[in-house]
């Protein structure tokens, strides 16, 4: 079976009234594979999507998709920070194989990136938005760019305040540019309230070519990261009253969990109070539902250029964040909200309306694509495909899964047990994720979990060995 083309594939399907589950569609030509439309936001938590159980926030075009094919409850990112996870989503590689553990470095050059690999298998590889990562897009394998977002632009800087006043500390100097450095600050520099539009601008422009080859491209939104701005026509979208506050609301986390009083930690007094909270997740929200707005737009347009039943659309966020849980404002940490990201897959031979429990990383989207589209996945690729579950031919590809964050942070998590060491400090904590899932409980002093505890740290330190994490020659 795993020999036939897709359009085989499908008259069997049909042929036999029954779904028989192939992840992969091996050698299609070019013309028969589907298009790619990969859409990324950026510290979007995991329980922000009404659909998949957020009954306090509307996001009616990721509800729509949601229901067309397979959300991800349990996909983590590996590495909480912007940069290392977009290396680990483009190179398919951990921060320990493609070089890119914190900012500032370079992806390992002899590894072939997600944009090459799609490239060469005869795909127009665009991209729009947020760049945060070495060199330019159409230096990594993308063809071309528009609506291109990186810094360049700190001549036209001029200091900005967010939501409720506070002075602006990311994205100072960033700037819309095209792939011959013409910069373009009349579009604004740093964030502005409409950015997210603008980016679905560019991605509609791309979409409305129509090439005669399929297309891959990815958008890159900046929402929701900070600095955060309500859209237009979004600013009494959600009561800071009616807003719930996360179950795990601390005014302040415990210890120094290795990045304590970071840059993000900075964006909001100690101690955390619940209406600074409430106000917070609040334009939190409708940034959120501004961006599901922008996606619907992008869809839309596939509709009506009559490319939507050929084309994959994967959503998912490079993290989660804090926004009160933990008494966190950032990412930078191990817990669920945060190392997790929402996952929708949805598209031709993909089933619809299905959840997955399985635990999946987001670099593993690249040799996932490969498979889906009936394409090779580089050697180079780390990454395991999850296809199989994808289509519901398989449960996990994983028993557990190992994330880091620079040298202050740890952990494995398998499917009901959590073990994070802070080196730093040696601190460990032990949550039970199925009778305590929002980490409230610490039990690794518990001398009933002393098997659970020694069994995890056996797996972390396996882990950190096959990774050949520095961390473990201290």
Same mark, same amino acid.
């Given at each position: ?12 399907? *049909? ?8 992840? /992969? ?22 329980? %922000? ?23 991800? /409850? ?94 602006? %500390? ?42 005669? #080859?399929?297309?891959? *491209? ?25 807003? =719930? ?35 917070? *997740? ?12 922008? @996606?619907?737009?992008?869809?839309? /347009? ?15 966020? #490079? ?18 909200? %945060? ?15 299905? %959840? ?10 690249? =040799? ?50 959590? *073990? ?22 610490? @039990? ?27 961390? @473990?020659?201290?």
């Amino acid at each position: 079976m795993k020999n036939l083309s897709l359009v085989n594939f499908r008259i069997v399907c *049909l042929a036999f009234l029954t779904w028989v589950g192939v992840a /992969t569609v091996p050698h299609a030509a070019a013309s028969d594979r589907p298009n790619v439309l990969f859409l990324l936001t950026d510290d979007q938590r995991p329980d %922000t999507i009404r659909e998949l159980g957020n009954s306090h926030i509307e996001t009616p075009h990721l509800d729509a998709l949601a229901r067309r094919g397979v959300a991800f /409850t349990r996909a983590v990112c590996a590495n909480p920070i912007c940069t290392p996870s977009r290396a680990e989503i483009l190179s398919g590689c951990s921060g320990f194989r493609n070089g890119v553990i914190d900012f500032g470095k370079q992806i390992a050059p002899e590894l072939k990136l997600w944009p090459q690999a799609m490239t060469e298998a005869g795909y127009h590889s665009w991209y729009v938005g947020k760049w945060h990562n070495d060199g330019k897009p159409i230096q990594r394998g993308y063809e071309r760019t528009l609506g291109l977002f990186t810094g360049g632009g700190g001549k036209f800087w001029k200091d900005q305040v967010d939501w409720k006043g506070t002075p602006v %500390t990311g994205y100072r100097g960033w700037i819309f540019q095209d792939d011959e450095r013409n910069l373009f600050p009349e579009r604004g520099v740093g964030l502005t309230p409409d950015i997210s539009s603008k980016f679905a601008d560019a991605a509609i422009e791309f979409i409305r070519r129509k090439p005669a #080859d399929p297309f891959f *491209l990815q958008v890159a939104f900046t929402a929701p990261h900070d600095p955060l701005f309500f859209p237009p026509t979004f600013e009494k979208k959600y009561d800071p009253d009616k807003v =719930p506050l996360p179950a795990n609301f601390l005014a302040e986390h415990p210890f120094d969990h290795g990045n304590f009083d970071g840059r993000d930690e900075k964006l909001l007094e100690w101690p955390r109070t619940p209406q600074m909270i409430r106000k917070l *997740l609040a334009v939190y929200y409708a940034v959120i539902s501004d961006v599901d707005k922008q @996606v619907g737009r992008i869809i839309e /347009t596939l509709r009506t250029t009559g490319q939507f039943d050929n084309t994959i659309v994967i959503f998912s966020s #490079d993290h989660g964040l804090g926004v009160g849980s933990h008494g966190l404002r950032g990412k930078q940490s191990m817990y669920e909200h %945060t190392i997790n990201v929402p996952l929708i897959i949805a598209g031709p031979n993909i089933p619809p309306g299905q %959840t997955r429990d399985a635990q999946v990383y987001l670099r593993e989207l690249y =040799p996932t694509t490969c498979d889906l589209i009936g394409i090779d996945i580089p050697a180079s690729v780390e990454g395991t495909s999850f296809a199989d579950v994808v289509v519901g031919k398989s449960e996990r590809t994983h028993d557990h899964v190992f994330c880091y964050f620079r040298d202050k942070q740890r952990m494995v998590r398998d499917s009901r047990w959590k *073990l994070t060491h802070y080196p730093a400090i040696d601190r460990w904590q032990l949550f039970d994720l199925v009778n305590d899932p929002n980490e409230l409980s610490d @039990v690794s002093n518990d001398s009933t979990k002393s098997e659970v505890l020694q069994r995890l740290r056996k797996k972390l330190r396996a882990e950190q060995v096959a990774a050949r994490d520095p961390l @473990v020659s201290r």
